[in-house]
């Protein structure tokens, strides 16, 4: 089975402070998917990536960084918190085009709060 | 654009019922198309999912969905609901070719079935 892990269940920063997000899978997957999650929104697409090094502005990548050294880990940070980013946060792998159709895999997610 | 909408923020229904939850889709070429399931405090789960062939999917925990080109819909199904379905349910579609494999998600629907 596909198994993706995130650093933390639950999380609560300060506002500006730097806070990193942490997925890892276990697949050999080449794509990588950073979504936040508010009631009433679904999931929106923050950042992804499709080989390590390489990422693309999802949806709503203001305010968000994102990292992929090495293919089975990609991180999200928040360069200076605030309380709009509290939310559940989800991560999520896929094979690449032309290995997929385009099913998702996600990790459990974080539920982050900025005070 | 490809677009999916969730018409109903919640679905009541007693168990042993009959459930649907309805999605209807809005794509450029033909549909790939996927239901998942988030139970409280948890990450996505994969249902089904529909790309060619047989209009009836089915799926993990006894769910199906009809896809129906005509009305544009891909409704999900189970004949006999269970308290235990009672979750949060996202109808998804893949972005438009050569987008990576990136999904796209409705709002939500979340299912209260009531013993």
């Known amino acids: 089975d596909v198994k993706v892990t995130q650093s933390s269940r639950y999380l609560v920063k300060r506002t500006g402070e730097k806070v990193f997000l942490e997925c890892v899978q276990d697949?050999?997957?080449?794509?990588m998917f950073w979504y936040r999650q508010d009631p009433g929104l679904g999931l929106r697409l923050i950042y992804f990536?499709?080989?390590?090094?390489?990422?693309e502005k999802g949806d709503i990548p203001e305010g968000y960084s994102v990292s992929r050294e090495k293919k089975e880990r990609f991180s999200l940070i928040l360069e200076s918190a605030s309380t709009n980013q509290t939310s559940m946060y989800l991560c999520a792998s896929s094979l690449g085009t032309s290995g997929s159709v385009g099913e998702q895999y996600f990790g459990p997610g974080t539920r982050l709060t900025v005070t | 654009a490809q677009s999916v909408a969730q018409p109903e923020d919640q679905v009541n229904v007693a168990e042993g019922n009959p459930l649907t939850v309805k999605c209807t889709y809005s794509?450029?070429?033909?549909?790939?198309l996927f239901w998942y399931v988030q139970y409280p405090n948890r990450g996505l789960q994969f249902l089904l999912k529909?790309?060619?062939?047989?209009?009836l999917v089915k799926g993990s925990y006894g769910f199906e969905a009809e896809f129906n080109k005509s009305q544009t819909s891909f409704h999900l199904k189970k004949p006999s609901a269970l308290v235990s379905d009672s979750a949060l349910y996202f109808c998804?579609?893949?972005?438009?070719?050569?987008?990576?494999?990136?999904?796209?998600f409705g709002a939500g629907t979340r299912l209260a079935v009531h013993p």
């Open positions: 529909y790309i060619t062939g047989d209009n």
């Open positions: 794509v450029s070429g033909n549909p790939y």
């Open positions: 697949m050999d997957h080449e794509n």
């Open positions: 990536s499709y080989d390590v090094k390489m990422k």
């Open positions: 998804a579609v893949r972005g438009p070719p050569g987008g990576y494999n990136k999904l796209i």
